[in-house]
């Protein structure tokens, strides 16, 4: 059973870092795709950012471009997403999730995705 766990949320003032980790369980990898979504309150889920297991291709919302960094670490399970100058409009709960197959039709679509995490607060103070 595939189990991803957020952590890394917080309370941050505007123009502050951040960096969420997600620890994935269950199974390998391999052929993946990894993604970070949030949401606001009285918002849809959105997409942030992707990255494939196997080959390290990323994706990113074009909000986030610059700011936001995907990576991940095949050792230990884990994916990363590094929040630089972060703006209020930032503040949501973020959600890793993984797909089975990685596709560039589906990495930015919150239904491609097979499992998902709980969820961590990032709040962004003006």
């Known amino acids: 059973q595939v189990q991803l766990v957020e952590s890394g949320g917080r309370l941050v003032q505007a123009g502050g870092s951040l960096r969420l980790s997600c620890a994935a369980s269950?199974?390998?990898?391999?052929?993946?795709?990894m993604g970070w979504f949030r949401q606001a309150p009285g918002k849809e889920r959105e997409f942030v950012a992707g990255i494939a297991w196997s080959s390290g291709s990323l994706y990113y919302v074009d909000s986030v471009k610059g700011r936001f960094t995907i990576s991940k670490d095949n050792a230990k399970n884990a994916v990363y997403l590094q929040m630089n100058s972060l703006k209020p409009e930032d503040t949501a709960v973020y959600y890793c999730?993984?797909?089975?197959?990685?596709?560039?039709?589906?990495?930015?679509?919150?239904?491609?995705?097979?499992?998902w995490g709980q969820g961590t607060q990032v709040t962004v103070s003006s």
């Open positions: 999730a993984a797909a089975r197959k990685w596709s560039t039709a589906i990495v930015t679509m919150r239904g491609g995705y097979d499992y």
């Open positions: 269950g199974r390998t990898f391999s052929g993946y795709a």
